[in-house]
C-alpha cells in the first residue's frame, strides 16, 4: 500500500472485556453526522448489549481523539489455519447478524471517513493473515473504491437492488395513488374497498411508547408463522434478535414506531419502522395471511395507510430499504442500489492462502 500522508490519523484493534466496555468506547468516539439509525449509538449499543461473543472494535483517532470506530468480525474460511475475513459492523455469527445491518459503512464523520478506510486498511490488510475486508450493504461505496484504487487494492462488488418513495407534501389518498402505476392503483383501491365490504372499516394505531412492547410481540407471533421454518428463519425466534429490538424500542421510543392496521375486528397487520432526520425505515412486518387473497392485500394495505401517516407527520421519504420484492417494486418511486464490497489483499501470501483455501474447497 502507498505511504499514508496523514500520519496523525492512527487504528487501533480492540478487544472488549466486555458489553460495557464496549459501550464505553462506543461512547467516547465523537458524535458522527450520521444518516442512518443503523449506525447511530442507540442502535450498536442495543445490539452489543444483546451478543453472547463480542466482536472486536477498531478505534480512529486522530491525535488521541477518538473519531470514529467499526465493530470488527472474523470468519474463518480454512479451519484450523490463521487465516480471516475481516467483516465490518458484523460478527460472523448468523444468530449474532440477524438484526442485519443496512446502509453500513465506517462509523464516523463524513469527512474522515475516507482517512479511516485507509487506516482500517493498512491495520488488516498489512498482515497476510487477514484474506479479505467484506463490509455488507453499503450505500456510499466511493471512499472504499477510492482508497482501493489509490492502494492497487482488488474489490469486488455485489449490487442489491433497493427502493424508497419520496412522499407527496399531503396525505390525501388520492395524491398517494398518482405516484405508482395504474395497475398498483386498482390494486390498491380494490383491497381497501373489498377490506371495508368484507372485514369492517380500517382503523390504523401508532402504539404508544408504553404500547410498543405489546404491539412488538403481537408483530412477532405474525413474522413467525410465515417465516419460522423458511430456511432463513424468523428474528423472532433469537432471543439475541428479540433483545435487541425490545431495548432500542425501550430506549429509543422516539425513533421507533410500530404500527397496526385492523379491518372491523380482524387485524390485518403491524409493521415495525426507525425515524431519523425527514425519513421512515420500513424495517419488518408481521402480516395475517389468513385474510390474504387476490383482493384483499394486506401488506399493500399496511403499507398506504402507514404512507399517509408518516406524510402527514411531515417525513418526506418512506424507504423500503434492500430487497427486491414485487411489493416494493410496486409501491416505490426510486430504485437505488447498496453494495457488498469485498476487499482482497494485495499481497502475495494471502493471494497464496486464497489459491490454497480454492484448491482445499474443490477436493472437498
Known sequence: MKKNNNTSL?????????????????????????????????????????????????????????????????????SGLPFYIALVNQTGQQAQDQVWIEFNNIICNKKHRRACIDALCRLLLSNFGCLRITISMCENTSDWLAVCETNNIAVTRQPHAAY??????????????????????????????????????ITFTVASPSQQQAFLAELAKFHILKWGKT????????????AHHKALTTNNPNHCCIVKLQAGSEILGYSYYLMQDNTVYFYCSGVNELVADNKIKPGYLLHLYAMQHFAK????????????????????????????????????????????????????
Open 164 to 201: 424508497r418513495t419520496h412522499l407527496p407534501p399531503t396525505h390525501d389518498f388520492d395524491a398517494f395513488y398518482q405516484a405508482f402505476s395504474s395497475n398498483t392503483r386498482y390494486q390498491l383501491r380494490r383491497a381497501r374497498r373489498e377490506a371495508e365490504n368484507r372485514l369492517g372499516a
Open 231 to 242: 430456511i432463513e428463519g424468523s428474528g423472532f425466534n433469537n432471543p439475541m434478535f428479540m
Open 313 to 364: 407527520e411531515g417525513y418526506q421519504v418512506y424507504d423500503f430499504m434492500a430487497g427486491d420484492f414485487r411489493y416494493k417494486q410496486s409501491l416505490s418511486n426510486e430504485r437505488y442500489t447498496m453494495e457488498t464490497l469485498t476487499l482482497h489483499n494485495p499481497g502475495q501470501p494471502a493471494k497464496a492462502i486464497e489459491k490454497l483455501r480454492k484448491v482445499i474447497k474443490k477436493r472437498r
Open 10 to 78: 492512527t487504528a487501533q484493534l480492540i478487544t472488549p472485556t466486555d458489553s460495557a466496555h464496549a459501550c464505553a468506547i462506543v461512547d467516547a468516539v465523537e458524535m458522527p453526522d450520521l444518516n442512518t439509525p443503523f449506525l447511530a449509538p442507540t442502535w450498536q449499543k442495543s445490539w452489543i448489549n444483546s451478543l453472547q461473543h463480542l466482536p472486536q472494535i477498531v478505534i480512529f483517532s486522530d491525535q488521541d481523539r477518538p473519531i470514529g470506530y467499526v465493530l470488527l468480525g472474523k470468519h474463518t474460511p480454512i
